[in-house]
């Protein structure tokens, strides 16, 4: 891959991955829930899924499923039920006011598997990660070269780019949560989160292939 045409691409798509979405609000959750290992986990789960789809479209299966109506429409209800799901499990969820730092850290370790798994399925079944690598991803391609080594070179800045975005916006949040914890705002910022997950499933129900 050309070096003018990977700084192009980078530049692109770091503008794209500025605009919070779904993995980006579920980062900071978790981050701020279980700290640095809940974030990692779902950096993890997260890559995993987007190298599964950028897989999918070097391998011709993304553009195949986009153009097949049904099985659009299939991935998104998934995708939007399981956003709304976690919406309503943010929103009805009640927590102690304190809980000791020996039983955090233990739930924490038994839970990371189940944070990276939530995060993969976010990713996984957001037709709209689909969409947009189908649209995106071909135009940086060289003729000529091998495919397998331009779709890793672009995975690999993806990555990249994906944990550096995370990272500040999950510094962040940490950096204001750290004020808040205490406070009200804390439970209002919780069900604000809710209502986000759930607001951007209904979003998702309204995205169309083209």
């Known amino acids: 891959m050309a070096l003018h045409l990977w700084l192009t691409f980078s530049l692109a798509y770091l503008i794209t991955s500025?605009?919070?979405?779904?993995?980006?609000?579920?980062?900071?959750?978790?981050?701020?829930?279980?700290?640095?290992?809940?974030?990692?986990?779902?950096?993890?789960g997260n890559l995993a899924a987007q190298l599964l789809a950028i897989s999918a479209v070097a391998m011709g299966v993304g553009a195949l499923l986009v153009s097949l109506p049904a099985a659009f429409l299939a991935l998104k209800l998934v995708g939007a039920g399981y956003l709304i799901y976690l919406g309503l499990r943010q929103l009805l969820a009640r927590r102690p006011?304190?809980?000791?730092?020996?039983?955090?850290a233990?739930?924490?370790?038994?839970?990371?598997?189940?944070?990276?798994?939530?995060?993969?399925?976010v990713s996984v079944s957001n037709p709209k990660?689909?969409?947009?690598?189908?649209?995106?991803?071909?135009?940086?391609?060289e003729p000529g070269r091998p495919i397998f080594g331009q779709f890793a070179a672009m995975y690999l800045s993806m990555a990249l780019i994906v944990c550096l975005v995370h990272s500040v916006y999950c510094?962040?949040?940490?950096?204001?949560?750290?004020?808040?914890?205490a406070s009200r705002v804390a439970a209002w910022c919780k069900r604000a989160t809710g209502a986000l997950f759930i607001g951007l499933g209904v979003r998702l129900l309204n995205t169309k292939a083209v």
Do not use: D
């Open 97 to 104: 006011a304190s809980i000791p730092a020996e039983q955090v």
């Open 18 to 44: 500025l605009s919070p979405g779904p993995n980006v609000l579920l980062t900071v959750r978790n981050a701020l829930r279980y700290g640095p290992s809940g974030m990692g986990m779902t950096l993890f």
């Open 171 to 181: 510094f962040t949040a940490y950096r204001f949560g750290q004020r808040l914890k």
């Open 129 to 141: 990660t689909l969409v947009f690598f189908c649209a995106f991803l071909p135009q940086f391609l």
């Open 106 to 121: 233990q739930v924490s370790n038994h839970s990371k598997w189940r944070i990276g798994l939530e995060a993969f399925l």
